[in-house]
């Protein structure tokens, strides 16, 4: 690492402000490199460009006559061909964004983990009208990166060798972003340029900041056995990570012992509390309004808060213009002093219960496509991490009590002295202890982690003290041996991770041969250790009760055009990260080829699988399969057939709403290898597509679904063998209906425009109305349409509502169309809520003979999500909570209008159209 570049940097990528620290490993001051921070020149004004501490994290697209050209001139190079080189981040498109928030971009790191959405299509900023060229959350980030490898190469003048890209560059992340996260940061970076960079963990390099001022000293300030916790709290996200100091071979070692779960929850939470109890002074609500209003409320209510808690204020003023010809006239003005802020941020986010007072909805904490933590108490989630890690804290340092002794804060929400006071009090408090934890002092909020990711380049070239962070178990992969297993009859591992291996590590094995299978589903087992010694990398082991198994990787490893299977011999490469991933290799030995596996390696030890309602006995999975197959042969009894599902439930004994998804993975596997059953009659192709369907539904959840959902649209444009067969036409569109969320959108988008005229109903129609009911429902289930189809399709429907009393179906159709939250399809895809208001509006002004049905499709149309860019307006949905409360008793429905509230397993049935698969969990998002 360090033999190779002059430079090493530190990025803290953060929600609110990017910072930059370095080290030049050429220079030094009394024998050893010094850590320098790196103000990074932006534009600060109009036309003005100027050096500050820290990037702000905010994006600017700029419209056509926004802001002149030489405005936003930057100092470097601009692709006038590229519409995103014309953006520009930093605090000038903070301050005019907060004017023009439609245009601002903020959050985006916030963004990469939010699962709701496609964090690469271009979504941002989030609502949006359609003359804004919208940006994807990876290059929002890659923006902020790659302006400061801009603004570092102008610094550097001509000296290419030390340009960013040619140094080693640390990215920072929280320590709780999940792999997927881990994954879009990396891939921002080599959007911006930087295409090797390493992941530190936020919390961490917050600890090596407080290191470069007590290399020598700390042990003034730590003794072994005490418990560190590092609590960072920042613009939008929540982390907490335990470190020890412990004694390890007769020398002290600093090491991590826990991470924290991931929290969208933050800064910019406080600031839409803050603005919630301003807007209530002046009569308004968030939805009322308006996204652009209350983005501009809360950018002035962050200000005020940041300038009264960092003490440079005891008060602030916020003033929400008016608009158009009431500009003057509806200009509101509010006041708020500490006082008021103080008591929003302790009571709401740091109370001493741990339990946040504010029990009513918060609608100033509106999502606003981001799915923020419904519970804001930061002093709740903490003393729930240390509980949940008793264990470890205990085998740590043998404190039976996990109480820190020690607190290091970090982030900006916690700079104020009060709000650190309260956390301290609120742990002691939930663990009865006597005193406080003591806090080690963060002179540099704003800087420290850019400061301890520079410290840690530092370390990785044996300078500096270290924190240990290495693997507390030792790692080992499945292989097979001859018929799964040795001569001595035990299946085999090969370990890849010691126990202690440090993060960063690489591993090779370069005595071990392995073959991998080719184009077929596999499942490569993982297995653990907390107590073997002595095992390294590359030692073969029996597999026994000395291992514990972890989540397999279920896989398929794709080679060749034609997907031919086939055995492909390889060698193994791995590297342990920084971030406590392992990442391994399967490079071939006769091409160039490689495949990357990789496994999440932490938290507990124990599997984390999706839940089987039963786990049957191998014997009844291969009577399941016998019964397909004898059913589907040409020497079979076609009389059988129709009684399929009926047999196979008798061999198993096991009734069909009761099969796990194992075994009901393993029939559909057994129907995609053949396919050639369809050809037998069209009592077969009817079957094996309701079988097919039943089996593979929803089509997403199990590791390999991607697999088969690829083999089975292989069919597709050819259609159904028996295509003039009525219920052979039914089936086919009740198994695509199935299995939607297993189709890409690029598939369902082909799926809906070949499908379009067989919607519309006219006179000589050949199609039956059972075909045209259930290709009305396979399109509905097309979640990944983009709104301008569901627009189409939902207009298009309303107009089969003629009758008082429309099929059921349809309803169930209408509602699938512009539900506001969906089943498995991204926020970015819900139809507009003006639309569907209009909707509700047209079906409200109708007569029903059978309210229910209009019922449970109003539930879904009008569905409270808590974002206002997604939730119909509050007097439609009034109405509609109105109408059901006359029409009947229907309880259920009016909840789900007039508050907002998780899925029941009972709804997601009925969203889907049927109960989803036993062993399959389709979480609230």
Known sequence: MTSEHRFVV???????????????????????????????????????????????????????????????????????????????AGAFARDHGAKVPARLVSSAKSWLCNKQVDTRARILPWGAGEEVVKVSPVHASAAFLKHVRKAWNVAMGDAEEDYLERQAVIVTI?????????????????????????????????FYSWLIRHETDWPDHVAPGQLILVCDVGGGTTDFTLISLRDVDGSPRFERIAVGDHLILGGDNMDFAIARSVARRLGKSPAAMGRDAWKTLCHQCRQAKEKILDGITDSGRITLMGSGSSLIAGTLTARVDRREIEAIVLDQFFPLSGTCSDTETPDGNASW???????????????????????????????????????????????SRVVQNRVR?????????????????????????????????????????????????????????????GQDGKKKAVCLVERGLEEGSAIALPDRAFKVLANQPVSIDLFSSSFRSGDRSGDLVDVDDTL???????????????????EIAVGLEATYTEAGTLEVWCRSRATSHRWQLRFQLRGAETPDAVAETDVFEAGRIDAARQVVLSAFSPDGDPSRLPRLISDIAEAIHC???????????????????????????????????????????????EGFDPHRVKRLWKIYKKGPVHANAPQVRAEWWIMW??????????????FFQDLYPALVVKKGSRVSRQEFTEIWMATASMERLHVNDKITLGRQLIRQFKAKKPQPQLLWALARIGAR?????????????????????????????????????????????????????????????????????????????????????????????????????????
């Open 10 to 88: 530190g990025i803290d990528l953060g929600t609110t402000n990017s910072a930059v620290s370095f080290v030049d490993l050429t220079a030094s001051d009394g024998g050893r490199p010094v850590i320098r921070k790196f103000p990074v020149h932006q534009l600060t004004g109009p036309g003005e460009f100027a050096a500050l501490p820290v990037l702000p994290s905010f994006l600017y697209i700029p419209g056509e006559y926004d802001i002149a050209d030489q405005d936003r001139a930057a100092p470097w190079t601009i692709d006038q061909r590229s519409r995103d080189d014309q953006n520009f």
């Open 737 to 750: 209906r199935r299995v939607a969320a297993g189709l890409t959108p690029g598939q369902q988008r082909q």
């Open 369 to 415: 496509g981001l799915p923020y933590e419904a519970d804001t108490a930061v002093t709740g989630h903490l003393v729930r991490f240390l509980d949940r890690h008793r264990a470890d804290v205990s085998a740590a340092v043998g404190k039976p009590v996990p109480c820190p002794d020690l607190i290091l804060f970090n982030g900006g929400a916690l700079k």
């Open 548 to 566: 514990t198994a972890l989540p397999a990787l279920n896989t398929v490893i794709q080679f060749g055009d034609k997907g031919v299977r086939s």
């Open 655 to 701: 009734p069909r709403d009761r099969w796990p998804l194992g075994l009901l993975r393993d029939l559909a596997d057994t129907l995609l290898d053949d396919m050639a059953a369809r050809t037998l009659s069209p009592v077969a192709e009817s079957r094996w597509m309701n079988l097919l369907g039943f089996c593979l539904r929803p089509g997403m959840g």
């Open 425 to 485: 009090e609120a742990v002691g408090r939930w663990f009865s202890s006597d005193s406080k934890a003591t806090v080690l002092h963060n002179r540099e909020m704003d800087l420290a982690v850019s400061l301890g990711a520079a410290y840690y380049g530092m370390v990785k070239s044996g300078i500096g003290v270290r924190v240990g962070s290495g693997s507390p178990r030792s790692f080992y992969i499945g292989v097979a041996a001859g018929n799964d297993q």
């Open 174 to 206: 929280p320590a709780s972003f999940d792999e997927v996260a881990r994954d879009l940061t990396l891939e921002a970076a080599r959007l911006a340029g930087l295409p090797d960079v390493i992941l530190l963990e936020e919390p961490l390099a917050a």
């Open 821 to 925: 939250d969906l089943l498995y399809g991204s926020i970015d895809r819900v139809a507009p809520p003006a639309e569907v208001g209009g909707w509700v509006e047209t079906i409200l002004g109708r007569t029903w003979k059978n309210p229910k049905p209009v019922a449970e499709m109003l539930s879904q149309l009008c569905r409270k999500t808590g974002d206002p860019l997604r939730d119909i307006p509050v007097t439609i949905s009034g109405q509609a909570a109105g109408w059901m409360d006359a029409a009947g008793d229907f309880p259920d429905q009016v909840a789900r209008i007039t508050r907002q509230s998780a899925r029941k397993q009972k709804e997601r049935n009925t969203i889907f159209g049927e109960s989803l698969p036993a062993g399959l969990v389709m979480e609230d998002r």
